[in-house]
């Protein structure tokens, strides 16, 4: 979760672009865990944002809790969404 609104942040507040030329080379270097299976490209990559966007709630938020306050809480899955759609649309014109 903290990636995401890293993502988030990023995006929407300060406007910083990825690097595609470095994200593309961190993929392919990119290490499967127990459990974590990693993507080792673009579109990869875009699915599985795509599948963690679908996928938000308030109640994934539980992570964020103890460092955002109530104001900032409210109404952030929707802007996680909305920025990790543009982020999605991005890679994807790549």
């Not at 270097?29 to 579109?43: E, G, T």
């Not at 982020?87 to 790549?94: T, V």
Request: aromatic residues 6%; hydrophobic residues 40%; glycine residues 4%.
């Amino acid at each position: 979760m903290r990636d995401l609104y890293d993502m988030y942040q990023y995006e929407s507040i300060f406007r910083v672009k990825p690097q595609i030329d470095i994200l593309k080379k961190r993929l392919a270097k990119a290490r499967s865990y127990a459990n974590v299976v990693a993507v080792r490209d673009l579109d990869g990559l875009i699915g599985k944002m795509k599948d963690r966007a679908d996928n938000l709630d308030e109640n994934r938020l539980a992570e964020l809790r103890p460092i955002l306050s109530n104001d900032e809480l409210a109404g952030l899955t929707f802007r996680l969404k909305a920025s990790i759609s543009a982020i999605c649309e991005m890679l994807n014109q790549q």
